[in-house]
Every structure is written in structure tokens, then in C-alpha cells.
């Protein structure tokens, strides 16, 4: 009988700690903004490279399908990164960027277009800045010119 009660008390505190649970912290993903934030970074990505001539080098000669393709690998890959539904079935950024030899600046460049457009797209600025986070934390994979 008394184990009886005790189990009864562990599961009272189970579902009390699972009902705490349920009111926990929201994805990064949702506190963005979710698919809406993230369409507005590719798109203010695709204007704001294009004005960018350093970063502009890289995409020269580029179609406007290739301009689409690469728009919605960056919207769904951004997605991912804020940890929503998108699943980025593209190669990784080591293989897509090796050879590419893209170097610190250039990084630092997409990063600060990343985390304005975020900033622009996001209804909670201390959201858009973890998800700019998330982003810087791929510089090793991408930059491969060491100076
Ligand atoms: C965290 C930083 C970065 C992320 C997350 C990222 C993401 C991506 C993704 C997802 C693709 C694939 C597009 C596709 O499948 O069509 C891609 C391709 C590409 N990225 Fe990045 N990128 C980053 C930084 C950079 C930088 C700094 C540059 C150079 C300025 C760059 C230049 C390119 C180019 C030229 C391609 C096209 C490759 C091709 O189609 O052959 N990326 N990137």
C-alpha cells in the first residue's frame, strides 16, 4: 500500500513536470517567425549580394533559374539551421564551398547581409540574433583561404 502511494506521488510529479514541459521555452525556429522570416532573408539575400560587388565575383554569369535554385537552397537551409521543419538535402558547406578558397572577409560580408536581412524579416530581435549566430558558427566550413 505505501508503495503503492509512492509510486502514485511519482507519478503526480511526472505529469506535473511534463505539464511545466509543455509551457517550456519556444523553437528558435517559431520566435523568428518562422517560414515568413526565412523567405524574406532569401529574397533580401538575392537584392543585397547583388549590390555587394565582392560578394557579386562569385555569382557572376549566374541565370536567373540559378539565381531561384540557390535562393530556396539558402531559404531551406536557413530553416534547418532555426531548427524548423526544412530538411537542406543539398551537399554539405564543406563540399559545396572547398575550392571556392572564400576567405574571412568574405564571410564576414554574407554574415552581416545575414544578420540585417534577419534583423529586417524577424519580429524578435534577440531571436534574429541567435539564428545570425547559428549562421557565424558555420565560418570553419565555409572559409578556406587562410591569409
Ligand atoms: C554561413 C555562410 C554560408 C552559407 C550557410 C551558405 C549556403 C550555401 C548553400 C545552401 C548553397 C547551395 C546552393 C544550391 O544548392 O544551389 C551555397 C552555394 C554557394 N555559395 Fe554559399 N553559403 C555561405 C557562405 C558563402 C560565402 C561567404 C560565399 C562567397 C562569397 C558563398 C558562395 C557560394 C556560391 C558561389 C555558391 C554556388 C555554388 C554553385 O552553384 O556552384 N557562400 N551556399
Keep these: 500500500m505505501a508503495r503503492f502511494r509512492k509510486h ?5 510529479v511526472a505529469a506535473a513536470l511534463l505539464l511545466a ?3 517550456g521555452p519556444q523553437p528558435l525556429y517559431d520566435r523568428v517567425g518562422g517560414f515568413a522570416t526565412m523567405s524574406h532573408i532569401g529574397d533580401s539575400l538575392v537584392v543585397d549580394i547583388g549590390r555587394d560587388p565582392v560578394l557579386m565575383r562569385r555569382f557572376k554569369g549566374f541565370s536567373v533559374a540559378d539565381i531561384q535554385r540557390q535562393r530556396t ?6 530553416c534547418e539551421l532555426a531548427g524548423g521543419p526544412c530538411r537542406y538535402r543539398g551537399l554539405s558547406m564543406e563540399r559545396i564551398h572547398r ?3 572564400i576567405d574571412d572577409d568574405e564571410f564576414d560580408r554574407m554574415l552581416a547581409l545575414f544578420a540585417a536581412a534577419a ?3 524577424s519580429p ?3 531571436a534574429a540574433d541567435e539564428l545570425t549566430a547559428r549562421f557565424a558558427g558555420l565560418r570553419s566550413a565555409v572559409v578556406t583561404h587562410s591569409k
Design 8 to 12: 502514485g506521488l511519482a507519478g503526480a
Design 21 to 23: 514541459g509543455c509551457g
Design 73 to 78: 537552397a539558402n531559404v531551406v537551409f536557413a
Design 99 to 101: 575550392g571556392m578558397d
Design 119 to 121: 534583423k529586417r524579416a
Design 124 to 126: 524578435d530581435p534577440g
